[in-house]
């Protein structure tokens, strides 16, 4: 058999095809293509939230307990003015001070996707406009303006983040720290335990040796 005639023999069986033949053909073309789609975006919606993970300081996105949101704001017991989560997830720290009425509050997050589902949610809970919500890496953040400041980090970071404390916030400075405390800074009280570990400070009760600092190398929910 010579060249040709096989190439109209193979044309010949391709159009003598049956349609159910046919039909599963194109719905395999069709089930390959969704499914490659459904893969791009998932990567597009997850890349944000490993991206964090990727960092020298790991700051994963870890959403705080009912109890541990309780604590924070016992913690808070006392205190008013402006207030930063750093590190603010999904912003029910934020959204839980501000409906306090007693705090200005901000969240700071990397992670784009939760700054504008925490903007939706404060929104939806009637404390839009007593919140904000900033895509901000906290190093390159002043604290001085703050009176309060949450903290959501992880061990690695805390050295670093004392130094930032102890330079940035004003006399009086009202932090709590959650899951992991400051490594020399003495705690006015520490509420919970476990996970939901809180611990209290005022920057006028602390005094901070000198850290050698490591987050210029890398660094953040936080995270931050």
């Known amino acids: 058999m010579t060249s040709e005639e096989l190439v109209s023999q193979l044309n010949t069986s391709s159009g003598n095809a049956s349609p159910s033949k046919q039909g599963i053909r194109n719905f395999g073309f069709i089930l390959a293509g969704l ?17 964090p ?8 996105y870890v959403p705080a307990t009912t109890r541990q949101v309780q604590n924070v704001l016992q913690g808070l017991r006392g205190s008013s003015g402006s207030l930063i989560d750093l590190g603010s997830g999904d912003g029910r720290i934020v959204i839980a001070a501000a409906k306090e009425g007693r705090f200005r509050s901000v969240g700071v997050e990397l992670n784009p996707w939760l700054v504008w ?11 839009g406009s007593s919140t904000s919500f900033v895509t901000k890496d906290l190093w390159t953040l002043h604290l001085a303006q703050y009176h309060n400041v949450v903290i ?10 004392e ?16 899951r992991f405390p400051l490594p ?11 996970i939901d570990s809180v611990w209290v400070y005022r920057k006028e009760t602390c005094s901070l040796p000198v850290w050698p600092t ?9 995270a931050v």
């Open 53 to 60: 993970a990727l960092r020298k300081v790991c700051l994963p």
């Open 214 to 222: 490591s987050h210029s190398v890398g660094s953040h929910n936080g």
């Open 163 to 178: 130094a930032k404390l102890d330079k940035e916030l004003s006399e009086g400075g009202h932090i709590v720290a959650c």
């Open 117 to 127: 589902y925490s903007r939706w949610k404060a929104w939806r809970e009637g404390v």
């Open 184 to 194: 020399s800074w003495k705690p006015v009280t520490t509420i919970g335990e476990g």
């Open 35 to 51: 499914t490659g789609s459904a893969a791009i975006g998932l990567s597009i919606v997850c890349a944000p939230f490993v991206a």
């Open 152 to 161: 959501f980090g992880v061990e690695e970071m805390m050295v670093d983040l």
